[in-house]
């Protein structure tokens, strides 16, 4: 590392969060010390087929890390904490340090894992703590976000402050604490030298609507309705889960909770003190039969339209508990999150098939705001901490590009801003910033978690057996007389229907007969291994000559001849 950057110079980066939402890692390295930024995971799209997260590629953490100071956590979503336990798989991290329900939120997520338990130091945080390392200070700001303990962290040195946001939206009316706005800016009246800042919702104008805001509109929501309620919301914004209870408390309606997550976060929640309910307001799923459908409100995942959730299960009929009647209201309290609108459209239309009412977030119907800030609260950000050089982290290429532009209407100079990619580093010193190459980063495909990572050559196996389907020829041979006893059998999955196509078929199998006699007939010495790479990639031309696909193709051989060493 010394290549790129010397050791007077802080050297920022990131692992995984930029030019995409999700997946956060940023890294700090100063005085050969590593202060890591969130362990997050990334869903993946649909064309991942099969894999259940994405991670950062660990492998300079993994070569480095014997300078790890430890790991902070800026709150507890999941693409921000999802990662840790692969990450303690493969690194060792002395301490991390997270604060309120985030702790909570991981030490249940390593439950999971047994074998890490005792792997680190997990130190719980307050908003004036301030630690000192080697030649930086480590200190916390309260922020907004749509999950509870939500902090900006800052790194004090020589050269000067780097301030990283986490995410945040500047809500003047929240429902839990206030953000410490006076502590942005003293920070700012001092001085702050680099600016990380959340870019999710950078493209979007205006202002964020207030958290209490939404809790009012589903208050008026629930005292219009006179049946059944099933809401469905993302179960780590515990504020929205609590305003919900409230709307039940107000309207004389049971809360029966239904999905893994939903059913951790009111744990966590009330054993934080961020979510209260008046005893008996929460029910037992076996309980509901004894309380009419206008008494009665069920709390839910599946807001993303998940397939195997709470709500997506009661749309489809296969939940064992709950089945919808005809004057049930559903109320998403959420917005589809960019990739999953097809499923959630799906959900919907299978409630309204069902004869529910479906109410969605709209101008008429405010049901969802987001916890990531607008135009407005970027540049007050801005504003407030004046930053000399700014980096846009967390969001797609075309956000951090936004992003700077606003920095640069807030008056950060055009050269001081950087939009870079995994991987690049900024290295900082006492008069300038620069380029300074780049670290090892990229992708780790997690399937299932007994699986572990997989290659991206299997994802494109994968893609291609979903897009082509597979071609495999079973054939017996005799490799030392040259000859094919039998005639090969054809195994085709996804890519022809046989009884439909018996004669392409049958000209597939004739020209690979044909491929392999002259091939043996043409060698001294007949070796499978060769054999199989050469038909394979006839077949494969062969194939796509009069299908325009490409499949698969998977050669068997079975020789009737006796093995010799050499083949």
């Known amino acids: 590392m010394d290549k790129l950057y010397n050791r007077k110079e802080i050297a920022i980066f990131a692992l995984g969060g930029l030019g995409e939402v999700g997946k956060n890692m940023y890294v700090i390295d100063y005085l050969e010390q590593l202060f890591i930024v969130d362990s997050g995971i990334l869903f993946p799209d649909s064309h991942l087929l099969g894999v259940d997260y994405v991670i950062p590629d660990y492998t300079y953490l993994v070569q480095n890390q014997q300078r790890i100071v430890g790991l902070f956590i800026t709150h507890g979503h999941e693409d921000h904490i999802g990662g840790i336990p692969f990450l303690l798989k493969k690194v060792k991290i002395p301490k991390i340090f997270a604060a309120g329900v985030t702790v909570d939120l991981i030490e249940n997520k390593l439950e999971d894992y047994p074998e890490l338990l005792g792997s680190t130091q997990i130190v719980e945080f307050k908003s004036h703590f301030v630690y000192e390392f080697k030649g930086i200070s480590v200190s916390f700001i309260r922020l907004n976000h749509s999950i509870p303990d939500s902090f900006a962290i800052c790194f004090k040195t020589e050269l000067g402050t780097i301030v990283h946001t986490g995410d945040f939206k500047i809500d003047l009316t929240p429902v839990g604490p206030a953000a410490e706005y006076e502590k942005l800016a003293l920070l700012g009246q001092e001085g702050v030298l680099c600016l990380l800042s959340d870019s999710t919702n950078a493209l979007r104008g205006g202002v964020t609507e207030s958290e209490k805001k939404i809790g009012s509109s589903i208050k008026e929501l629930f005292k219009q309705v006179t049946d059944r309620i099933i809401v469905a919301t993302f179960a780590s914004n515990m504020f929205r889960v609590q305003q919900i209870i409230e709307a039940c408390v107000l309207t004389n309606r ?3 909770v239904f999905g893994r997550s939903m059913e951790k976060t009111i744990e966590v929640g009330q054993q934080v003190g961020y979510i209260k309910a008046p005893k008996g307001t929460i029910i037992a799923p076996e309980e509901i039969d004894n309380y009419k459908a206008s008494e009665i409100c069920l709390l839910c995942t599946g807001s993303q339209g998940e397939p195997l959730a709470a709500l997506s299960r009661i749309a489809n009929g296969s939940h064992r508990v709950i089945k919808l009647m005809p004057n049930d209201t559903i109320i998403f309290s959420s917005n589809p999150i960019p990739g999953n609108q097809e499923g959630v459209n799906k959900t919907i239309n299978q409630l309204f098939r069902k004869g529910a009412n479906v109410i969605t977030h709209s101008i008429i ?59 690049d580093v900024l290295a900082i010193n006492d008069h300038s910033a620069r380029n300074a190459g780049h670290v090892a980063s990229g992708d780790v495909y997690i399937d299932g978690e007994g699986i572990g990572d997989i290659s991206k050559d299997i994802i494109r196996e994968r893609r291609m057996l979903s897009e082509d389907g597979m071609f495999s020829l079973v054939i017996t041979i005799d490799t030392k007389k040259k000859i094919i006893p039998i005639e090969p059998q054809v195994v085709s999955r996804g890519f022809i229907y046989m009884k439909d196509s018996e004669a392409l078929t049958k000209a597939f199998v004739d020209a690979s007969k044909k ?10 010495v007949v070796i499978l291994g060769i054999l199989k790479q050469k038909l394979t990639e006839f077949l494969e031309k062969e194939i796509y000559s009069k299908t325009d696909r490409k499949p698969i193709v998977i050669p068997v051989f079975m020789d009737l001849a006796p093995q010799t060493p050499q083949e």
């Not at 969001?395 to 001081?416: F, K, S, T, W």
């Not at 491929?515 to 001294?524: H, I, P, Q, R, T």
């Open 254 to 256: 049971k809360v029966a």
């Open 515 to 524: 491929f392999l006699l002259d091939e043996m007939a043409n060698s001294n």
């Open 365 to 423: 119907t405010d049901t969802h705001t987001t916890g990531h800030a607008s135009q407005v609260e970027l540049k007050l950000m801005l504003n407030l901490l004046k930053p000399k050089y700014f980096m846009p982290i967390h969001g797609e290429y075309r956000m951090q590009r936004v992003h700077a532009d606003l920095a640069i209407e807030c008056g950060v100079d055009p050269n001081n801003t950087y939009i870079l990619e995994n991987g």
